[in-house]
């Protein structure tokens, strides 16, 4: 299989194109490295079962279709994003340039080169707003009412996928992901709660929780995320399916839990809380195991006890 990777020298982007080598297959790798790192594919350019090839491109390029059209992927798998909510908010124009025109570029060049199938990373986390304590773990049917402008992004993103199936025959997969962390996540900038909890108390460094600690996150790990992602190179089609573990982890519950595997005994610091941030969060899974054969199979402890030994390690 000819696999195409937009933001492929990202966190998860990178930990995608391993698998997909490891698989055997040849993968295009494109990323303009504004967030991402040759360093996260070193052990890609290593590999001696697939093919991996890497073009240092932004995905809002005219020159992307090109590039695509050599390549003529069997499937794309669509990771490149503005993926700060923040930026979003103070900066919605560079939001909407990235995350909606990139992806319209992405999807152009998916059609005019004949690619059977895009796969798209979504944000379960922003697609369906803030939902009721009621309603969680979300599932696919509740109403998409992003309230930030990245949200807006990924669920236009959705709508502009359904249309070229529509118009084109250009079949997808929108993965709607949770919280993902592990190996890679950088813990400066737009980055998990893990990977700062990480960085900071192997650094021993004090870490901040805000408000009270009793808001929940789905956290799921890559590798898991991963594999819903290669399965769905072949089905899911038409579909939105939440990749999640559908389990509420409190972040005073996590920081806890990662404090005790470090080794630290003290108390993290608060703050207050920050405006319009989410009290609970989780998704339901259950439609991804059906379409896709898919489940999370890492447990919280088991994920964030690999990612420690990462950040502690330092290994690509």
């Not at 299989?1 to 930990?15: L, N, P, R």
């Not at 990323?31 to 093919?51: E, W, Y």
């Not at 690619?115 to 304590?133: C, E, H, L, N, R």
Request: glycine share 10%.
């Amino acid at each position: 299989m000819k696999a195409f990777v937009t933001g492929g020298a990202g966190f998860i982007g990178s930990t995608l194109v391993d698998r997909l080598l490891a698989e055997g297959h040849q993968v295009d790798v494109v990323d303009n490295l504004t967030t991402g790192s040759l360093a996260n594919l070193a052990d890609a350019r290593r590999s001696t079962v697939g093919r991996m090839t890497f073009h240092q491109i932004d995905v809002r390029s005219p020159d992307l279709a090109e590039v695509m059209a050599r390549c003529r992927p069997d499937v794309v798998y669509h990771l490149a994003a503005q993926a700060d909510v923040r930026v979003s908010v103070s900066d919605p124009l560079l939001d909407a340039d990235i995350n909606v025109m990139g992806s319209l570029r992405v999807l152009e060049g998916a059609r005019a080169c004949g690619a059977p199938k895009v796969v798209f990373a979504s944000s379960g986390g922003t697609i369906y707003g803030a939902p009721d304590a009621a309603d969680l773990p979300v599932k696919e049917s509740h109403p998409q009412r992003p309230v930030s402008p990245y949200g807006v992004a990924k669920k236009v993103v959705g709508d502009y996928l359904f249309a070229y199936r529509e118009l084109h025959n250009l079949e997808f997969t929108a993965l709607a992901l949770s919280n993902v962390y592990g190996p890679r996540q950088d813990p400066h900038g737009e980055a998990g709660v893990v990977a700062i909890f990480a960085g900071r108390l192997l650094a021993g460094e004090p870490c901040t929780v805000f408000g009270d600690g009793s808001q929940t996150r789905d956290f799921v790990y890559v590798d898991d995320v991963v594999d819903a992602f290669a399965r769905a190179s072949e089905r899911g089609g038409g579909l939105v399916l939440n990749i999640g573990t559908g389990a509420e982890t409190s972040v005073s519950h996590l920081y806890r839990t990662m404090a005790a595997q470090i080794g630290v005994d003290r108390p993290a610091v608060a703050a207050p809380a920050r405006p319009g941030e989410l009290d609970r969060s989780s998704l339901d899974p259950n439609r991804a195991g059906i379409h896709l054969g898919w489940k999370p199979w890492t447990s919280l402890e088991d994920g964030t006890a690999a990612t420690i030994e990462w950040f502690r390690t330092g290994k690509s």
